[in-house]
C-alpha cells in the first residue's frame, strides 16, 4: 500500500495583506510556512511520495526550495485551478496518474499553510484511512457554537461535547475521491468547502481523527502570530530539556 501526501498550497495571502509575499511562503522560526508543513509528510516513514499544487509562478521557486530543504519526496509539483476544489482535483489526476489507478493507494489531503500538525496525527491518519476508508482530522470545540438566522439572532446552541473543528489532513482511498471529485465537476458541483465535505456530499461515511488543538490554518495576520509562538512555545520547551 502507498499513501501519498497531497499539499495545497495555492493560496495568495490577500487576507494577510501581503500580496507581494503569498502566506504559504512567509517565513516563520527560520524557514517558510510551507516548508515546516511538507518537512512531516517528508521525514513520516508512512508517506512515500509528496504531491504540492502551488501557483503557477511560484513553481521555480517553489522547486528551489525544495532542493534547499531537501523535501525529496516532493516529485509531484503541479499548477493550482481557479479555487480550492479545482486545485486539489488537479493534484488527484496527476497522482492517479502516476500511480496507474492503483486502488490500494490512500490520499492525505492537507493544507500547505497548516504548519502544526505532527508525527502522530499524520500516523494516526494514515492507520484510520486503511482500515476505515476515511480519516478526517479533528480537534474537539472549547468554546460555545451557536447557529444564527439571517438577521443574526440566535437559533439554537450546539451541544459542545459533540461539536468538533474539522483541520486536515483529510484522507481518502484515492480512486474513492477522485471518482467523487469526477462526479461534481460532471454535475457542477462546486460548492464543497473542503474534501470531507465533498464526501459527505456524495455519501461517504467519515471517520475522524483527533490531532492538536494548535494545527491551525494560517490565514489572517493573527494566525500567523499565533503560529509563531506556539513554534516558539516548542523550541524553549526542547531547550528547557537539554
Known amino acids: 500500500m502507498k ?29 517558510p510556512v510551507i516548508i515546516h508543513t511538507l518537512e512531516y509528510f517528508q521525514l513520516s516513514p508512512l508517506i512515500d511520495r509528496i504531491c504540492v499544487v502551488c501557483l503557477e509562478e511560484k513553481i521555480d521557486y517553489l522547486k ?21 476544489q479545482e486545485s486539489i482535483f488537479l493534484g488527484l489526476r496527476k497522482i492517479s496518474a502516476e500511480t496507474h489507478g492503483d486502488t490500494d493507494v490512500v490520499v492525505l489531503i492537507h493544507d500547505g499553510v497548516r504548519p502544526l500538525i505532527d508525527a502522530q496525527t499524520v500516523e494516526a491518519c494514515v492507520s484510520c484511512a486503511h482500515a476505515n476508508g476515511s480519516a478526517i482530522t479533528v480537534s474537539p470545540a ?48 462546486t460548492e464543497a468547502i473542503d474534501s470531507a465535505t465533498l464526501m459527505r ?16 490554518k494560517i490565514t489572517t495576520a493573527s494566525d500567523y502570530f499565533m503560529a509563531r509562538a506556539i513554534m516558539d512555545a516548542r523550541e524553549n520547551s526542547q531547550l528547557a530539556g537539554l
Request: contains cysteine; glycine residues 10%; charged residues 20%.
Open 3 to 31: 499513501n501519498i501526501a497531497l499539499i495545497f498550497a495555492g493560496g495568495t495571502g490577500s487576507r494577510l495583506s501581503s500580496a507581494s509575499v503569498p502566506k504559504q511562503f512567509l517565513v516563520l522560526s527560520g524557514k
Open 201 to 216: 456530499h456524495y455519501g461517504h461515511t467519515l471517520h475522524t481523527v483527533t490531532g492538536p488543538a494548535e494545527n491551525i
Open 64 to 84: 528551489g526550495l525544495l532542493s534547499r530543504y531537501d523535501i525529496s519526496k516532493a516529485d509531484m509539483v503541479i499548477p493550482g485551478g481557479s479555487t480550492g
Open 142 to 189: 472549547i468554546e460555545t457554537i451557536m447557529t444564527t438566522y439571517e438577521n443574526g439572532n440566535i437559533d439554537a446552541v450546539i451541544d459542545r461535547k459533540n461539536a468538533r473543528l474539522v483541520r486536515a489532513p483529510q484522507c481518502f482511498y484515492l480512486h474513492e475521491i477522485y471518482a467523487a471529485h469526477l462526479r461534481a465537476r460532471a454535475e457542477g458541483y
